[in-house]
């Protein structure tokens, strides 16, 4: 029987990031016969690889969760990628949004995952071709990770349905999380 699985893929950019600076990132899958392993290792693989987003990050984690399970359940599979979490990094707000969408772009129908922070040299005014080039290789390897029977679907959080992905789209525009801000570490007032 086909099963459900939510995987988070947690990043920690350096090392001395609190728990609270973790970037997190939900992506859904069915699968008839592909194990939770394959799935993970190859989400693992397509954030991580040397022309992928993550590469530079120092902590890349891919936890796989059964949605059948109860709530709170541990993972089914877990898997860490190691980086160097040296390259320094532009505004960790500052994200690429990677959108996907069921039939019709329509709210309902819709999700998206935020990309980011990008190594400060490659943080301009639009979103360089080269961002748009690793997003669109990225869209290719969430779409079937780990075999042809694993299709990634959308969530629908009120009534807990699924439906199944069919088109991936981005823009060279950046997109700002506030979730993501720093907290400030200086304040200056006037009297």
């Known amino acids: ?27 859904w899958y069915n699968a008839a016969t592909t194990a939770p392993s394959a799935i993970g290792d190859a989400l693992k693989t397509a954030f991580t690889k040397s022309t992928a987003p993550y590469y530079y990050a120092k902590n890349v984690w891919v936890k796989v969760y059964d949605h059948a399970a109860p709530l709170h359940s541990p993972p089914v599979y877990t898997t860490l990628y190691t980086g160097a979490g040296t390259t320094p990094v532009g505004p ?53 990770p780990g075999g042809a029977d694993v299709i990634h679907r959308i969530h629908h959080v009120k009534t807990d349905s699924f439906s199944n992905v069919s088109n991936y789209f981005i823009n060279n525009r950046w997109d700002t999380m506030r979730s993501r801000l720093p907290k400030e570490t200086t304040r200056v007032t006037l009297p």
């Open 92 to 144: 960790r707000q500052v994200a690429v949004c990677l959108s996907f969408f069921s039939g019709l772009n329509i709210r309902g129908q819709r999700g998206r995952i935020y990309i980011g922070p990008w190594p400060e040299g490659l943080v301009h005014e639009y979103v360089g071709s080269g961002q748009l080039s690793q997003l669109l290789a990225l869209a290719g390897d969430i779409k079937n």
């Open 1 to 27: 029987m086909p099963t459900d699985y939510r995987c988070q893929i947690v990043t920690q950019w350096f090392a001395s990031d609190a728990a609270r600076d973790y970037i997190t990132n939900v992506l």
